[in-house]
């Protein structure tokens, strides 16, 4: 037989098999969701704090997040969630908006991806590395609201 008909044949059987596990297999936490709803969400970079506020931030998965990120600081901080693939400069006083689609259940940490220093903030130390929060996004299937 033509190695091409037989090419075409294993091509066509991976795509029906993935269409069927889509359709039949895939558990009900692993699909795509979407609520339709959006969140506004705003997170400042506090003035010579090296700390978001609010550190922890809680959405339902499926929601629309429009983060607006404030940065009060005279140098530059970043904004990074790698769970989502976002990494974004957070330029000197200015405020940058970062939008995307909770589609993953879970804790999801977010951090200063600019490295911004360090100083004394009410008599302790503070570096770029304590700029971390949390992003909780919640399993409407698994968990009860
Ligand atoms: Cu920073």
């Given at each position: 037989?033509?190695?091409?008909?037989?090419?075409?044949?294993?091509?066509?059987?991976?795509?029906?098999?993935?269409?069927?596990?889509?359709?039949?297999?895939?558990?009900?936490?692993?699909?795509?969701?979407a609520?339709?709803?959006?969140?506004?969400?705003?997170?400042?970079?506090?003035?010579?704090?090296?700390?978001?506020?609010?550190?922890?931030?809680?959405?339902?998965?499926?929601?629309?997040?429009?983060?607006?990120?404030?940065?009060?600081?005279?140098?530059?901080?970043?904004?990074?969630?790698?769970?989502?693939?976002?990494?974004?400069?957070?330029?000197?006083?200015?405020t940058?908006?970062?939008?995307?689609?909770?589609?993953?259940?879970?804790?999801?940490?977010?951090?200063?991806?600019?490295?911004?220093?360090?100083?004394?903030?009410?008599?302790?130390k503070?570096?770029?590395?304590?700029?971390?929060?949390?992003?909780?996004?919640?399993?409407?299937?698994?968990?009860?609201?």
């Open positions: 037989m033509n190695k091409y008909i037989i090419l075409i044949a294993v091509i066509v059987l991976i795509v029906i098999a993935g269409a069927l596990y889509r359709a039949y297999l895939l558990p009900e936490a692993a699909k795509p969701v609520t339709g709803v959006e969140r506004q969400i705003t997170i400042s970079a506090k003035k010579n704090q090296w700390r978001f506020e609010p550190e922890v931030i809680e959405v339902d998965r499926g929601d629309k997040i429009i983060l607006t990120m404030v940065n009060e600081d005279d140098y530059d901080h970043g904004i990074a969630i790698d769970a989502y693939g976002i990494s974004q400069r957070m330029p000197a006083n200015s940058i908006k970062v939008e995307f689609i909770a589609t993953q259940a879970g804790d999801f940490p977010f951090f200063c991806s600019v490295p911004c220093g360090e100083g004394i903030v009410d008599g302790a503070r570096t770029h590395f304590d700029m971390i929060g949390k992003l909780h996004v919640k399993d409407l299937i698994s968990e009860t609201q």
